[in-house]
């Protein structure tokens, strides 16, 4: 199968990585954290990831920026659902110090993969206005 291009984004590898590492770590909690932080610590960590590939898959950049910034706020509420979980002792201190490098990557490579998108067709339409303009 080939890869889309989504999938060959460093930033994206990375939000697959965080997913699936903490979805490992759900599948041993018991029943009643399971459904409740559980559930919303897997929705927020697949929506980072989600939200990459959706923004890839747009006509033009600003769409592309706008589902990379949610996929920022979903990193975000990932970061908080791992707060209340390593709270509540469902995380152990292995278990963040596996999360934590992953997240303090993804976090600048997410921000750095915002400020990218649209730069170079930002400049081709401002030149090329610059050119009628003349």
Known sequence: ???SNFENLQVYQLAEKLADEIWNIILHWEEFPKSTIGKQLVRSVDS???NIAEGCGRYNFQDNRRFVRIAR????ETRHWLRRAYKRNLLTNE???????IIDELS??????L?????IS?????NEQ???DN
Do not use: F, H, Q, W
């Open 95 to 101: 278990e963040v110090n596996r999360l934590k490098p």
């Open 115 to 119: 400020n990218s998108i649209g730069n």
């Open 122 to 126: 930002e400049r081709t339409t401002n």
């Open 48 to 50: 980072i990831g989600a």
């Open 130 to 132: 610059r050119t009628t």
């Open 1 to 3: 199968m080939v890869k």
């Open 73 to 76: 706020g979903s990193l975000n």
């Open 108 to 113: 600048p490579k997410l921000n750095a993969y």
